[in-house]
């Protein structure tokens, strides 16, 4: 391997991403005790989104 | 001041689908924020809904390691546990030299739009856009559309969360967005 960064152009893979196991992302997804439901937590978050949203260019 | 009730901040959400169905075979680079918004269960599980959609029509989800940093830095503490779990099920991309010559040329075509606009994006946006042009095809998944902006990167796909707080209709916007390769080069090579 090439031990030197370049600047100046990009690079690329040709790869793909092994398959996804959603049956588990969606198990902890899924969880109960896995985020807030309300409150200030949940306020929290929505004012992240709030910023995000304000933020656009 | 009054206790906020939970009723009071999210009351209804609907999940509008914008052409997320016409995406097929890519790999989608999920991007820190749309994991964070999974510590609300109302977002966490509309969130849900659009991974499934995604990976039931054969795209792979993977995240930048950089991502993992990003949420376990910014989560709450209660809620580390299930986000370690979370992203281990998600491919892991390694940060490399040849991404990070990416997060570079990507910084400086940013540059060439606004230079102010460089100092309030964290180097790790770039690093993960490095990465969604690092694996050809790929697609990034996220909800900070300011960015990662136009003409920069493209929209693929829109979906819009919507939902009611303080008898207030608002709307969560997620994209899915394709670097575009030309324009990228033509700024980031511009005297």
């Known amino acids: 391997m090439d031990n030197t960064i370049c600047f100046d ?34 306020e929290k978050i929505i004012e992240r989104i709030k910023t995000d949203e304000s933020d656009k260019g | 001041m009054s206790q906020t009730k939970d009723e009071d901040l999210i009351q209804e959400v609907h999940l509008t689908d914008g052409q997320i169905n016409s995406l097929k075979n890519k790999s989608i680079i999920v991007d820190s924020c749309v994991l964070l918004y999974c510590e609300g269960q109302v977002f966490k599980s509309e969130i849900r809904k659009i991974l499934r959609t995604l990976v039931n029509n054969k795209n792979r989800l993977g995240i930048s390691l950089v991502s993992g940093f990003e949420v376990l830095s910014n989560s709450e503490i209660k809620f580390r546990k299930y986000f370690v779990k979370l992203l281990n099920y998600f491919k892991n991309i390694d940060v490399n030299r040849d991404i990070l010559s990416n997060g570079v040329v990507l910084y400086r075509s940013y540059g060439r739009i606004n230079i102010n606009y460089l100092k309030s994006i964290s180097p790790c946006d770039f690093i993960i856009g490095g990465t969604a042009i690092y694996l050809k095809d790929a697609v990034l998944f996220t909800g900070d559309r300011r960015h990662f902006p136009s003409p920069i990167w493209d929209i693929v796909a829109t979906v819009y969360i919507t939902y ?10 997620l994209y899915l967005l394709q670097p575009n390769i030309k324009i990228i080069n033509k700024l980031a090579n511009e005297k």
């Open chain 1, 9 to 42: 152009e990009l690079k690329f893979k040709e790869e793909k991403l092994p398959p996804t196991n959603i049956d588990q992302i969606v198990k902890i997804l899924d969880d109960k005790n896995f985020g807030v439901k309300g409150g200030k937590a949940l």
């Open chain 2, 164 to 173: 009611k707080s303080f008898e207030e209709y608002r709307i969560l916007n």
